[in-house]
């Protein structure tokens, strides 16, 4: 991570402190059981809410270790939640690195310890939201204006050029971004492409983690998250 970005979450980090040694110096008690809410995207191996807010020290270190700037820090628009870390995978879904940096570098547990293999995750599970505008549904074959959103991300490494130079490949080319980009091992267990006699559409699998990055790679924003759910959860 760039020094600027490390002061900036450090400098988040003792903001933080600030508030809450305000809040509590002044006899105010947030439970967190009772803000505990399910429609956050956790990094990999995060503890079931209730236990990942009573657990998070809000210290921003599963932040500064991403390689792919996937994790930010809610602010104080989410006051439940101000501190702890998200992903929000319309910018920038998680790449479930090798031996999740992030999960190391926790120093409380509540991204899970024991975490080591996609498999081992649940961060939630994709569902296409709205098939009608599918590119590879519709026939429509990608433009460069279409990846606008994707190419004018704030990319800061190796990592992130690398997602640039595939997705610009896809210009004038069907669309198959959301499967080909799929970072799970064995992407087809978790989405795979469907043709039928004159359709072609993405669909989601089991295995699917939640990692959210079809939703960050689509162009036409037709696949959403729901956090901490399950595949059967979700479309069963
Ligand atoms: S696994 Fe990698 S990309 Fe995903 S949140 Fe952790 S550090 Fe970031
Ligand atoms: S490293 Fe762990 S304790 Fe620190 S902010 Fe991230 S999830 Fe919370
Ligand atoms: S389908 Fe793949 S890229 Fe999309 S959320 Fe699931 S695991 Fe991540």
């Known amino acids: 991570m760039k020094e600027q970005s490390r002061r900036e979450v450090l400098k988040k980090s003792a903001a933080y402190a600030i508030f809450f040694g305000a809040l509590f110096g002044g006899g105010i008690y947030i439970s967190p059981k009772l803000y505990a809410k399910n429609n956050h995207l956790r990094p990999p191996g995060a503890l079931d809410e209730n236990a990942f807010l009573a657990t998070c020290?809000?210290?921003?270190q599963c932040?500064?270790?991403c390689p792919y700037h996937s994790i930010?820090?809610?602010?104080?628009?989410?006051l439940n939640s101000i501190g702890t870390p998200?992903?929000?995978a319309y910018e920038r879904?998680?790449?479930?690195?090798d031996l999740f940096p992030c999960v190391l570098a926790c120093p409380t547990g509540s991204l899970q310890h024991e975490v080591t293999t996609a498999d081992d995750?649940?961060?939630?599970?994709?569902?296409?939201?709205?098939?009608?505008d599918c590119f590879a549904f519709i026939g429509k074959k990608v433009e460069e204006a279409d990846l606008e959103k994707i190419l004018s991300h704030s990319n800061q490494n190796e990592r992130e050029f690398a997602i640039l130079d595939k997705i610009q490949n896809y210009v004038g080319k069907e669309c198959t971004i959301c499967v080909d980009m799929c970072p799970y091992p064995n992407k087809t267990d978790a989405i795979e492409m469907v043709y039928e006699t004159d359709k072609a559409f993405p669909k989601i699998n089991q295995k699917c983690v939640g990692c959210g990055v079809c939703v960050e790679l689509c162009p036409s924003s037709v696949i959403s998250i729901v956090p901490s759910k399950t595949y059967e959860d979700v479309h069963v």
């Not at 994709?126 to 098939?131: D, M």
Request: charged share 15%; glycine share 8%; hydrophobic share 40%.
């Open 57 to 60: 020290i809000k210290c921003g």
């Open 63 to 65: 932040i500064q270790v």
């Open 72 to 78: 930010n820090m809610y602010d104080i628009a989410n």
């Open 86 to 88: 998200y992903i929000d």
């Open 93 to 97: 879904g998680c790449y479930l690195c």
């Open 121 to 132: 995750i649940r961060m939630g599970t994709a569902y296409i939201n709205n098939i009608d």
